[in-house]
């Protein structure tokens, strides 16, 4: 089995912070990939960032600038510092990990169960 625990999520003010964590955990092989999606009320579950073992990052247009991915590759944890954060940013955030089960092995998708980000004045 394959876990994501996410951790950091919260309520903050327009231009604040919050960073965000996920560990993978269980047993594995290898994990390629590594990002975060969110999903705001009434629509679709996004990419926000995600960031390769070679640390290879992806942004969307929306967070460039403004939001940070991060890996660890001895934990197998990837971090997404969130600056500058405005109402739009709301949503809940998904962490979404590439895992080979066992060398060789092709790799699937895990998700982890979500943390709600929350944006207000």
């Known amino acids: 089995q394959v876990q994501l625990v996410e951790s950091g999520g919260g309520s903050v003010q327009p231009g604040g912070s919050l960073r965000l964590s996920c560990a993978a955990s269980?047993?594995?092989?290898?994990?390629?990939?590594m990002g975060w999606y969110r999903q705001a009320p009434g629509k679709e579950r996004d990419l926000v960032a995600n960031?390769?073992?070679?640390?290879?990052?992806t942004y969307s247009d929306s967070v460039k600038g403004r939001f940070t991915i991060s890996r660890d590759n001895a934990k197998n944890t990837a971090y997404l510092q969130m600056n500058s954060l405005n109402v739009e940013d709301t949503a809940i955030y998904y962490c979404?990990?590439?895992?080979?089960?066992?060398?060789?092995?092709?790799?699937?998708?895990?998700w982890g169960q979500g943390t709600q980000v929350t944006v207000s004045s």
């Open positions: 269980g047993s594995f092989a290898s994990v390629s990939v």
């Open positions: 960031i390769r073992s070679g640390g290879t990052t």
């Open positions: 979404n990990a590439r895992v080979s089960r066992w060398r060789g092995f092709s790799y699937s998708d895990y």
